[in-house]
């Protein structure tokens, strides 16, 4: 693990290895991002999933339109309550064609990959991860991605933004 990885105070340690591996927030609507928030007990993990997803487009989001952006949103994989926790077995197990090509790009092609692995692992391994979603996401074109969404069970929620072109 790097002994450089920086902590702050108001998001747990999993968060900032994510952040390390994949990039803090942002608003490029290209790469990589990880948000953190606690979620409102009834508050629905997909639809905080579209949020982050809106807000890492930016203003590519208005300026393509939200028809090209949700054109390819969809849930594609849902972790079962008895599911053994292994996000990368689970991601490297996703059948649906083109959330298949952004995997190994968030498993293998990242500065790290082992520590990547590393991050995602503590992310959304951990026995408290009570909900676990991957959506596929693209613009209709050019851009192609996934977004991998999971609540613990005191409600923070961690997302991972990955699109590509």
Known sequence: MDKNVRFKPTQ??????????YGPPSQNAFGSAVFFETL???ESLEKAALQKYKYFAGETWDRFGEDAWM????????????????????????????????????????KDADFGKFALSK?????????????NLGDGGAMSGVLIA???HNNEATFLVFLMD
């Open 150 to 152: 999971g609540r613990r």
């Open 71 to 110: 054109s390819a949103w969809k849930r594609v994989y849902s972790r079962q309550k008895d599911a053994n926790h292994d996000i990368v077995a689970e991601l490297r197990g996703i059948e649906d064609w083109d959330v298949s090509q952004s995997i190994p790009m968030i498993l293998e092609v990242v």
């Open 40 to 42: 409102g007990k009834d």
């Open 12 to 21: 747990p340690k999993y968060v900032s290895l994510m952040e390390t591996a």
């Open 123 to 135: 992310a959304f391994d951990a026995t408290n991860v009570t909900e676990l979603m991957v959506f």
